[in-house]
């Protein structure tokens, strides 16, 4: 072996081991950076993040990814009391007319800014002017004001005892408090930088986009004193880093629980639930008491359901039971319900409830549908083949329907496909249709003004149009109650109507058990987000 | 040759193109968009229309395709609607997951199919040649996803040898790298390895009997040499075929593999964006994927001519 050959070969073993330790760098320095396994959560949610502006959209991943980053003047508690969060002390003036709150002291951002009034207020604007419940608040505000850089209050045109609920509640967009910099884009346009002062920090390195997200705790977060409660108290990261891994398949997302690749699963399939049962390593939990009600909407612009006959024979054709068996099988994780606020919630009450004692009565239904004059026309029901309940559901009252001599029409997509259509407001035989079936989060639907189905605003409100003059004047009144029993009081009034008028039918409500390992406590049970600050691992 | 090589290079240009028009189209003729699906269920009509009309997608359909096109012609795949994220950023984020699988995969059922069919074909007719056949059947019959589960629940949940899901890149060491693609290579490899399996054992088969390798066999010729050396060299225009159209199928069959084995390649990319109807992220990985196709293709036909001397360009 020549001396040259040697050294060649040696370079070449210097140069190879130089490659790989460069290659393998950036692993090791992860492996340093990294948060121990016992001090990070790794939690499998019910879909992908796909927009990180939680107000620029009302879809949930985005406001579990807000929850984690950004901080909220008041917040629902355990109890769905809203409590305050950002804010220290409030008040309403004589008149009712001024709210005045004031931060708490110490609030910063993760980038170490203090959080001021100015950044309050425009974020409370960017949120309004994407909510509903936000733009029915600002009907009635004429100015929101700086008093000073911890102060501001809202100035009204008249008493609007909705307003601190507004603020705190959790149906989408929540009203996340973020940098007056982010704050002041158009609302029609995304953010493009991801800075709060919540208990977590967004880590974008870390950040895979459609793959996994990743949260390290905000060593400067400043929590209530309080104890923690759902979006309420105390916020206290007990964990270093919190991960949402996306997982498009449930049957890997289960092996991966129960092997302990990942510690949270939000929506096993609830066929799945027995094998989950069975895993003494797993503990199975109700996070969100109020869960969810399907419900199918009715077209109020085109016959036959103009015609509130039409609507009601639909009140009497469906039974509750048939859609809840199909989709959920377990009675232990469903109920039937026929108040037009959900059930198990405050607002919940059993005015005009008749049709539901009697429900189904396909003849009754038949004899509403002559009666509205429906003589045979095609009746065009939108159906989501790729969701399991939307699928099964359209497939029973397409069924129900063509029981009692209905000639419907089934048009089948995916559920971008409905979506789509369904803001089609032409004729069912020009690319409209008739019938369309999805579900709302029982806490929105708990109140009137959050859930925008319930609007019966005409061509304002939401898909299907309905228009009622008495609902609108209630649901006013309903906002500008102060007591609990008032409001309660109301919501009779509104559901009486309602069920006279029929701007929906419900197809019963369930609840969705989430499944973790044992080792992972304190988890707080709240509708419309899940938590990650008070989450251990032991 | 080389003008050969380079007629076809520009024919790969043509079929890109081909493909981003009809892709561009079917996408965009077909029901739903983003706008709705971004706006969320609770978003209003208005809401919707004016998501829509931020994001360019109530412009006529031309202006669309020449916005999308001009800015491909420059090498610009366009940037994600939801993500903000270049697209070329994502597909750079995601290919080594789907190129360390595809690897894997083609290598594992290679070895195998090729060991398998060879050995199928020298002992035609008994035992050997019928357990391979059966398994190869067996092994092309059953759906992918449904090895991907079984292997799970065997390997990963019962005896804990290996993970249920998830990537780790090469950097973070070999063994993290390979103990997660084992369970997917095998679940994605056995159709290939009964395919190739299958083809080899045919091709070899004629080969046999022809008269030169009685000839070898008569002179004394080693088992091994003949088969290997001998006889599968002149099997394997249609071996090499085959595996050309197996690295091609493979496409479809990552999509599901990465799917049930969580790991978050091309695959996965392109499924999430159909759902959602990022056009960007889906014209551009299709348009990546015509292209592999295409030039996988060209290699193949290059390799006729090393395989079979008579072949030439």
Redesign the interface.
């Known amino acids: 072996m020549t001396k040259r050959a040697a050294s060649s070969r040696r370079t070449f073993l210097k140069t190879g081991l130089a490659a790989t330790a460069a ?5 090791r320095l ?2 340093q950076t990294t948060p121990a396994a016992a001090k990070t959560v790794r939690a499998v949610m019910h879909g ?1 993040l ?3 502006d939680p107000i ?5 991943m985005s406001a579990y990814h807000g929850a984690m980053l950004y901080d909220t003047l008041f917040g629902i508690d355990g109890n769905l009391e809203t409590k305050p969060q950002m804010v220290s002390k409030w008040g309403l003036s004589d008149d009712k007319k001024t709210w005045t709150f004031e931060l708490r002291d110490g609030l910063k951002f993760t980038d170490g800014t203090a959080l001021t009034s100015d950044d309050v207020i425009a974020s409370l604007r960017r949120w309004a002017a ?1 909510d ?1 419940a936000g733009q029915h608040m600002m009907q009635r505000v004429s100015e929101i004001a700086k008093k000073d850089d911890r102060t501001l209050a809202f100035i009204l045109k008249e008493p609007y005892g909705y307003l601190v609920d507004a603020l705190g509640k959790t ?2 967009p929540v009203c996340y408090i973020m940098r007056k910099k982010e704050a002041e884009t158009n609302p ?3 953010i ?1 930088a991801y800075v709060g002062s919540g208990p977590f920090t967004f880590n974008e390195t870390e950040t ?5 997200y990743v949260y390290d705790r905000n060593p400067n977060y400043v929590p209530r004193a309080e104890p923690a409660s759902g979006l309420a108290g105390g916020k206290i990261a007990k964990v270093d880093r919190v991960i949402f ?5 449930s ?3 289960l ?2 629980l ?2 302990g ?1 990942i510690d949270f699963y939000e929506t096993p399939p609830i066929d799945l639930i027995g094998q989950l049962e069975g895993d003494k390593n797993l503990t199975l939990e109700v996070m969100n008491k109020t869960g969810n009600i399907g419900w199918l909407r009715m077209n109020f612009l085109h016959p036959p359901f103009n015609n509130v006959d039409a609507r009601r024979a639909m009140l009497y054709l469906l039974n509750q039971e048939d859609f809840m068996k199909a989709s959920f099988g377990n009675a232990k994780y469903y109920n039937k319900c026929s108040s037009n606020f959900g059930c198990g919630v405050p607002m919940q009450n059993d005015a005009n409830i008749g049709w539901f004692k009697e429900a189904p009565n396909p003849a009754k239904a038949k004899e509403l549908l002559q009666k509205a004059g429906y003589k045979g026309e095609p009746i065009l029901l939108m159906q989501a083949t ?1 969701i399991d309940f939307m699928r099964n559901s359209a497939d029973l009252v397409a069924g129900a329907l063509r029981a009692i001599g209905v000639n419907v029409q089934v048009a089948a ?2 559920w ?2 409905v ?3 369904r ?1 089609v ?1 032409a004729a069912p035989d020009q690319g409209g249709w008739n019938l369309f079936i ?1 579900w ?1 989060d029982g806490n ?1 639907v708990s109140n009137p003004i959050a ?2 189905g319930h609007a019966a605003t005409g061509e ?4 299907g149009w309905p228009s009622d003059a008495k609902n609108e004047e209630l649901r006013d009144k309903w906002a500008v109650a102060g007591s609990l029993a008032e409001k309660q009081a109301i919501a009779r009034e509104l559901q009486d109507n309602a069920w006279n008028f029929v701007p929906h039918v419900w197809l019963g409500q369930w609840v969705a058990p989430t499944a973790r390992r044992k080792n992972l406590t304190g988890m707080l049970a709240v509708p419309g987000v899940i938590p990650f600050w008070n989450v251990a691992k032991t | 040759m080389l003008a050969f090589i380079i007629r076809r290079l520009a024919s790969t240009v043509l079929v890109m193109a081909l493909v981003g028009v009809f892709i561009f189209l079917l996408l965009h003729l077909s029901p739903g968009d983003a706008a709705a699906i971004i706006a969320g269920d609770n978003a209003t009509g208005e809401q919707i229309a004016s998501i829509r009309k931020s994001l360019g997608l109530d412009d006529p359909l031309h202006v669309q395709f020449w916005r999308w096109a001009a800015r491909v012609l420059v090498g610009d795949l366009g940037i994600s609607i939801f993500s903000n994220v270049p697209v070329a950023t994502l597909i750079g984020q995601r290919i080594w997951p789907t190129l360390s699988l595809s690897f894997t995969t083609i290598v594992l059922a290679v070895t195998l199919a090729v060991g398998a069919g060879v050995l199928a074909a020298w002992k035609a007719g008994s035992w050997i040649d019928r357990v391979v056949m059966i398994l190869s059947v067996v092994s092309f019959s059953v759906p992918v996803f449904v090895v991907g589960y079984v292997l799970i629940y065997v390997f990963a949940i019962t005896l804990r040898w290996l993970p249920v899901q998830g990537y780790t890149p090469i950097a973070e060491g070999l063994w993290p790298w390979a103990r997660h693609l084992v369970l997917p290579s095998v679940a994605l490899g056995l159709a290939y390895v009964a395919l190739i399996a299958r083809i080899t054992r045919t091709a070899m088969l004629d080969v046999l009997a022809e008269d030169y390798m009685r000839t070898a066999r008569a002179k004394g010729v080693a088992t091994g040499p003949m088969l290997f050396k001998h006889a599968l060299k002149s099997a394997g225009v249609p071996i090499v075929t085959v595996i050309g159209i197996g690295i091609a199928l493979l496409i479809g069959g990552v999509v599901i593999t990465e799917t049930v084995f969580n790991i978050p390649g091309i695959g996965r990319l392109v499924v999430d964006a159909i759902a959602k109807r990022d056009y960007p992220i889906i014209q551009g990985v299709i348009l990546l994927f015509s292209g592999v196709y295409v030039i996988v293709n060209l290699l193949v036909d290059l390799s006729y001519s090393l395989l079979d001397p008579r072949i030439r360009y």
């Open positions: 290659v393998a760098a950036p692993g992860t492996a992908d796909t927009v990180l620029w959209t009302t879809a949930n994407r509903g149906s989408t029609m346009e995304k493009t895979k986009q459609g793959a996994r891994e996306n997982m498009a398949d049957q890997t997302a092996a991966a129960q092997a690749e790729n997509s995916d971008g496909g979506v789509n259509r803001a407001k999805t709302a929105a859930l925008a304002k409100a939401w898909f």
